[in-house]
């Protein structure tokens, strides 16, 4: 469990990391051609790395789910998406609404069982946690604002 903790953890800031470097990229080539770059070099360091760790031993795809292939579809969605709400919102405030919302749509499949997922309970606990960390990012992003508004001095009529 510490090792998956980790990793989760290494995953977090290299998503933080990636976001950044996309939105410079993007600012230098335009979204899409950044989604392109992105994903087409990440593309050949997973398959360079899958051939050095890996071997050709895992190349078996006859087997795989037809509909397991608009996975990276879906990854230019992501990464496109990210680039796009990064322009609007900032660095912080858009990582931290991706991984609310990525959170609460794993509850959502987990609970429901969606794509050949083991079907988990769905708890009040579950969703108690979900709206904590919603809470957490008001009050991350508006808080100060909030306490700005409280301490200023009164007007004088």
């Known amino acids: 469990m510490t090792l998956g903790i980790i990793i989760a953890l290494i995953a977090g800031s290299f998503v933080a990391m990636q976001v950044v470097f996309n939105s410079k990229m993007g600012e230098h080539t335009g979204s899409w051609l950044t989604t392109t770059i992105v994903l087409g070099l990440g593309a050949i360091a ?3 790395i899958s ?3 890996e071997g050709t031993g895992g190349y078996h795809l006859e087997n ?3 509909w397991y292939w608009i996975s990276g579809a879906i990854g230019v969605g992501v990464v496109f998406s990210l680039m796009q709400g990064i322009k609007l919102l900032g660095p ?3 990582t931290s609404i991706v991984l609310t919302s990525q959170l609460s749509f794993a509850l959502l499949w987990d609970s429901l069982g969606f794509f050949g997922l083991e079907k988990i309970e769905f708890t009040m606990n579950k969703l108690i946690g979900v709206l904590v960390i919603i809470g957490g990012i008001l009050v991350f992003k508006y808080g100060e604002r909030l306490s700005q508004v ?3 001095p009164k007007r004088s009529k």
């Open 64 to 66: 795989m789910k037809g």
């Open 46 to 48: 997973s398959l360079a």
């Open 51 to 53: 051939l050095l760790v």
């Open 92 to 94: 912080t405030f858009s």
């Open 150 to 152: 409280r301490n200023s």
